[in-house]
C-alpha cells in the first residue's frame, strides 16, 4: 500500500481565494483524521470521520473551514475564504478500527501540504 | 478534557549521551499512548502504542515506558540520525476515537 496520500504538497494562494486539500486513505482503514500542525500550537485535530461519516468537527477553526469524505477513499478540507492566520501544514491520517472498546488506534500519516495564504 | 505536555520543548545531546523525553497526560480513561517520530517537512511516523501501566516496547535504541500519569522515551546512546521532533499523542475517553498530541520534543544529536 503506498499510505496515506495528500494533495498538492505546497499550496500558495492569494487572501480571499478558495483552498481545497484532497486527501485518498489507506485502504481498509475506518477513520480519517484531518490536522493542521503550526510551531505555535502543534498538531491541532481539525475533524475526524468514521465510516465516511463526520464524528466530531469541533476543532474546526470556524465556517471558513469545511471537510466531506464522499466514499472510504476520499476526503477534502476546504477553505473559502482563506486567510493569512491559515498559513500552516495540514495532515490527513487514516487508521484502522481499534480494537475492542478500549482499544487503541494507530494513525498514519500522509506527508502533509504545507499552505501558505498571502 | 484530554490532555498531553511533552518536556523538554528541545533536546541537544552529544553522540552516545543516553536522556529521556517526557510525555504528561490526563485523560478519562486511557485506551492508548503513542509515540511518533517527525522529521523535518514529513508527516508523523508510528513508532510505539501502550496500553496499560508498566508496558514498556523498545525499537533499536528506544524504549518506551507507561505509568498512570506519564510516558518516557528513553533513548540510549544516541546517533546523529535520531535527531528528529518526538511527539507523544493519547487516545483516551469511551466515546471518542480523538487522537490528541503534545507538542512535541526537538532532539538533537551532535556526533
Known amino acids: 500500500d503506498a499510505g496515506v496520500i495528500q494533495s498538492p504538497r505546497h499550496e500558495v494562494t492569494e487572501m480571499g481565494q478558495e483552498v481545497t486539500l484532497r486527501c485518498k486513505p489507506i485502504?481498509?482503514?475506518?477513520?480519517l483524521f484531518w490536522y493542521r500542525q503550526t510551531m505555535m500550537r502543534g498538531l491541532e485535530l481539525l475533524i475526524y470521520f468514521n465510516n465516511n461519516v463526520p464524528i466530531d468537527d469541533s476543532g474546526m477553526p470556524e465556517d471558513r473551514f469545511s471537510a466531506k469524505m464522499p466514499n472510504a477513499s476520499f476526503s477534502t478540507l476546504k477553505i473559502q475564504p482563506s486567510e493569512p492566520r491559515d498559513s500552516a501544514v495540514y495532515f490527513c491520517?487514516?487508521?484502522?478500527?481499534?480494537?475492542?472498546?478500549?482499544?487503541?488506534?494507530?494513525?498514519?500519516f500522509g506527508q502533509g501540504t504545507r499552505l501558505t495564504v498571502v | 478534557e484530554d490532555q498531553v505536555t511533552q518536556s523538554p520543548e528541545a533536546l541537544r545531546l552529544q553522540e552516545g549521551e543516553s536522556s529521556s523525553l517526557n510525555c504528561s497526560y490526563t485523560v478519562s480513561g486511557l485506551r492508548g499512548l503513542f509515540w511518533y517520530r517527525q522529521d523535518p517537512g514529513k508527516g508523523p511516523e508510528f513508532l510505539f502504542t501502550?496500553?496499560?501501566a508498566g508496558e514498556e516496547k523498545e525499537k533499536e535504541r528506544l524504549k518506551a515506558t507507561l505509568t498512570k500519569k506519564e510516558s518516557f522515551l528513553h533513548i540510549t546512546a544516541p546517533k546523529p540520525e535520531d535527531s528528529a521532533t518526538y511527539l507523544c499523542a493519547v487516545q483516551g475517553s469511551y466515546n471518542t476515537d480523538k487522537l490528541i498530541f503534545g507538542t512535541g520534543t526537538r532532539l538533537q544529536v551532535f556526533p
Open positions: 501502550l496500553y496499560s
Open positions: 491520517a487514516s487508521s484502522p478500527r481499534g480494537s475492542g472498546v478500549l482499544g487503541g488506534t494507530v494513525a498514519f
Open positions: 485502504s481498509g482503514h475506518d477513520y
